[in-house]
């Protein structure tokens, strides 16, 4: 197996409630809600890195050989992203009838240098350090009693 860090895969929500629902729970439990699901996504953010070093420290016992990928590969995805990437995405957009790709994917990369910044020096395996980001920058911003009740 070659590794070859493909970067983040973003699917948008793991947690979703439709309008009724969350205006049907109290302010409290609003709060309970969003405070679980901060700690919850990099709880198993975490558990599935941990996994996947497991898996990865026993594959030779499985007759798995692991490779770092050679400097022509990682440059054949470097390329491919930096080339190939923003017209797919025109692209996309075009077929999807989508206005505004341009900025749109303008502010996705904002926002993800942002966060790189963010968690620069964060160590990755410190869950509390993780929360806390999660909670400084997102999730404690949301005003419970007015986010998703109109």
Sequence with gaps: M?????????????YAMNQPAWSGLSEANRQLLVDSISDNLVTMTTAFEQSVD????????????IHEPGEDLQASLDSFVAEQVAPMAAEVAGRLNVEGAEDLIARFNAVYEKWEGLLADVDRSDTAALQK???DEIYGKVDVASYGVN
Aim: hydrophobic share 45%; no cysteine.
């Design 2 to 14: 070659t590794l070859l860090d493909l970067g983040q895969y973003f699917a948008g929500w793991q």
């Design 54 to 65: 497991e898996a990865l420290a026993e594959a030779g016992d499985h007759g798995v050989t």
């Design 133 to 135: 980001v999660f909670k």
